[in-house]
């Protein structure tokens, strides 16, 4: 058979899909178990790279929680293939004139897994604790006026505010309100939501189970990427923790695990000719160097120019992604697909690779010979590999560079303290708007503090239209190649390997397990 290899697209975004409302107050829900075929059920287990650190959807923008999380939360809004916004525990929501309010009608009837109706009050309390952990919408306001209606009010319009709710990465979840305003600084430790799927168990270094939500009611519309139509066809979902790439290629050869994510680059040729695995590469995002801004040597924006300056980027990409159908030496934030937002502003700064230049910097920055620790994990190979040519890169220029290796749960926790590192390796999602960038926000690990990216965001959400709107964009992307929040190393595919007895699995900056079936 010739191997199925799916890559998913981003399109346009509608920019005026955030002026107006969207929705069917007349849809149907449904709550299905049995398949297409006619039957339903079964086991799904999940060769998964990494386990989390939380499973707190408000937390963090890991993908090990992002992936585990979204069969069990919903949010207002979401994401179609497009990355357009669609509602989802929103029946309907309308823009007022003026673009200050945001009037989000609820579905009736939606049971959170404890058995408790979803209504208003569960909501205001959710997005006010997101908003204050994701530190989006700060100034926003929520109230309900009842028990079905939300409203959003901001200080001024905002035409990516709707984006903001649908953002996956950090997932503006609701969760029942007495969960949202109990929860500890550390997170929630009861995972309670009104998704497909619902929490079992969390086997530390093992498993996270999930089992089927029976009382789910969804809606009644064809799924299109994180909305629409969401069966639980599964009896259960095991997220297996396999943190060694090759123990999960084995266990998929063997038919251990149904899926695997993180499929090694090395591996894509061997299971072209193997009849019982599908290969589903997806565009993933940016792999990047993370600079510690807060203090040290790199709070200077002249030496994170200088590393910028330094690297030989493709053989990096290269390393980590083994060919060049993986990975794209693309300098924009956005990807090529995004037309309203993808520009090559400051190109020319992407990939310049003169070590004697950065040299000349590093001196003019102060560096005097200090440890240059760059933070990394094994637990995803494309990281550990970027890592280690990376320091191979900065040794041979004569800089004091070292790997600090540990495991990615660790890695997270270690980034938040900023005495632990100079650099740390991550990769950062498909973004709906550039807003969303992590790295951007002066709370994320890295801590950016540069107020001119506040001022061009502020822009992109007065602008009067989308081409201007891109025009900002330009704008913050050159802004970007000065003031080097982290290097920009290139664009990549992840590829997970996929069963073919496992029907129905698609993708959107992550796994989508809705809606999966398994033919045995």
Same mark, same amino acid.
């Not at 299905?32 to 006619?38: I, K, P, S, T």
């Not at 009382?215 to 299109?224: H, L, P, S």
């Not at 499929?263 to 565009?283: C, W």
């Given at each position: ?16 899909? %955030? ?22 059920? !079964? ?67 939606? %049971?959170?897994? /404890? ?21 989006? %919408? ?48 550390? !997170? ?84 072209? /000719? ?36 330094? %690297? ?53 920055? !102060? ?154």
């Amino acid at each position: 058979m010739s191997v199925r290899k799916t890559k998913m697209t981003v399109g346009a975004i509608a920019f005026s899909l %955030l002026l107006a409302g969207c929705g069917d107050s007349n849809t149907e829900e449904s709550s299905a178990v049995e398949g297409a075929n006619g039957s339903g059920g !079964g086991t799904l287990n999940f060769g998964y790279s990494t386990q989390p650190e939380v499973l707190d959807p408000h937390f963090t923008t890991a993908s090990a929680t992002r992936d585990l999380v979204r069969p069990i939360y919903e949010s207002l809004v979401t994401l179609n293939s497009n990355y357009e916004v669609i509602p989802m525990l929103a029946e309907s929501y309308e823009v007022s004139e003026d673009g200050k309010t945001i009037t989000f009608s609820l579905r009736e009837g939606v %049971l959170f897994h /404890n058995g408790e109706e979803l209504t208003a009050d569960d909501v205001v309390a959710s997005m006010e604790r997101w908003q204050e952990i994701a530190n989006v %919408l700060p100034d926003a306001s929520y109230e309900a006026m009842d028990p079905y209606i939300v409203l959003l009010h901001l200080d001024e319009p905002n035409n990516t505010a709707l984006h903001l709710l649908a953002d996956i990465s950090q997932m503006a979840a609701v969760m029942p309100e007495e969960i949202a305003v109990d929860a500890p600084a550390t !997170g929630v430790t009861e995972y309670v939501g009104t998704g497909p799927y619902e929490f079992t168990n969390w086997n530390q270094d093992q498993h996270v189970h999930l089992t089927r939500f029976e009382e789910y009611t969804g809606v009644d519309e064809e799924t299109d990427g994180m909305g629409g139509a969401k069966h639980a066809y599964l009896d259960e979902i095991y997220f297996q923790f396999v943190p060694d790439s090759q123990t999960r290629v084995a266990g998929l050869q063997t038919g251990e695990y149904d899926l695997i994510n993180g499929l090694p680059y090395d591996n894509y040729d061997m299971f072209e /000719n193997d009849d019982s695995v599908d290969l589903r590469t997806m565009p993933s995002g940016m792999e990047v160097l993370v600079f510690n801004k807060k203090e040290g040597l790199f709070s200077d924006p002249l030496a994170r120019q200088a590393i910028n300056v330094a %690297l030989n980027k493709e053989p990096i990409m290269q390393a980590a992604f083994n060919h060049e159908d993986f990975y794209s030496m693309e300098p924009a934030l956005m990807i090529e697909d995004q037309a309203d937002w993808h520009t090559r502003a400051g190109e020319e700064n992407f990939e310049i690779n003169d070590p004697d230049l950065a040299l000349s910097m590093l001196e003019e920055a !102060g560096y005097d010979g200090e440890e240059i620790r760059i933070l990394t994990s094994r637990d995803y190979d494309h990281h550990y590999n970027v890592s280690v040519v990376t320091h191979q890169q900065l040794q041979e220029m004569g800089l004091n560079a070292t790997l600090n290796v540990v495991d990615w749960a660790t890695l997270l926790s270690l980034r938040e303290d900023p005495s632990q590192y100079e650099i740390f390796v991550t990769s950062l999602f498909i973004y709906a708007v550039p807003h969303q960038y992590p790295f951007l926000n002066s709370s994320w690990p890295g801590w950016t503090d540069n107020p001119g990216y506040e001022e061009y965001f502020d822009q992109i959400d007065q602008a009067n239209d989308q081409d201007e709107a891109l025009a900002i964009t330009e704008q913050l992307q050159e802004l970007f190649y000065e003031d080097v929040p982290v290097v920009n190393v290139g664009h990549y595919d992840t590829i997970d390997g996929v069963k073919t007895h496992v029907i129905d699995y698609d993708q959107l900056m992550g796994p989508i397990l809705w809606n999966v079936q398994l033919d045995e």
